[in-house]
């Protein structure tokens, strides 16, 4: 059962244009939900979060949004750049010390 | 290190074969969490565990797969008789212990290609 669902695989911008990312998920009870970001060969790394008492978190070219009613939150980068093309991952947490649960991610590349 | 260690970083091995991962967390942190992600798939929750608590093993795909964490610190996920469906990329992460999430964030390392031929 997929609790947390990224439904695009793949998503292909121009530089300097938005980017937005979807991401979906079932378990109501999620109280956090963050977005990582992964280049090849690495580990993924933390990007940016928001808590489920919010409904839009900022930090620089990043925005998260998050629609509870839906159960749908998006990440918005704008601009985007050419060193963004990685894979984006969602993951939903419920519970401060607890394990989170990822989406399958989605590649986005930044066209030059 | 500053950062989470994993070795080793890539390993062949024979379908039938025993194989042992090793983790590495963030001096200090208390949990710490195995994924694994497969060709094309996203990442997979095998196990957790947070400081002295009984680890949550829920996301072990069979009994073939197993893993401790030895003084709270490094950590062993030892995969038994290998299957060709094991080659994934194992990633490893810890984290501190929080009050609430906070920023959330898990600390990965560059995780252990396994391939089983």
């Known amino acids: 059962d997929q609790q947390v669902k990224q439904n695009s695989p793949s998503l292909s911008v121009q530089e300097g244009r938005i980017s937005i990312l979807n991401c979906d998920y079932t378990n109501s009870m999620f109280d956090y939900f963050l977005w990582y970001k992964k280049y090849p060969a690495e580990g993924p790394t933390f990007l940016i979060s928001i808590s489920s008492i919010k409904d839009k978190n900022e930090d620089g070219r990043f925005t998260v949004f998050l629609n509870k009613s839906a159960k749908h939150l998006s990440l918005h980068i704008v601009p985007s750049q050419p060193g963004d093309s990685a894979v984006y991952f969602c993951a939903a947490v419920r519970g401060a010390n607890s394990k989170l649960t990822f989406g399958k991610g989605i590649t986005l590349s930044v066209r030059p | ?117």
């Open chain 2, 1 to 117: 290190g500053a950062g989470v260690s994993q070795s080793p970083s890539n390993k062949v091995t024979e379908k039938g074969k025993d194989v042992e991962l090793r983790c590495d967390p963030i001096s200090g942190h208390t949990a710490l969490y195995w994924y694994r992600q497969s060709l094309g798939q996203g990442l997979e929750f095998l196990i957790y565990f947070q400081g002295n608590s009984a680890p949550d093993k829920s996301g072990l795909p069979s009994d073939r797969f197993s893993a401790e964490r030895t003084g709270g610190s490094v950590s062993t996920l030892t995969i038994q008789r290998t299957q060709q469906e094991d080659s994934a990329v194992y990633l490893c992460a810890s984290s501190s212990h929080r009050e609430s999430f906070g920023t959330g964030e898990l600390f990965f390392g560059e995780g252990s290609r396994l391939t089983v031929l």
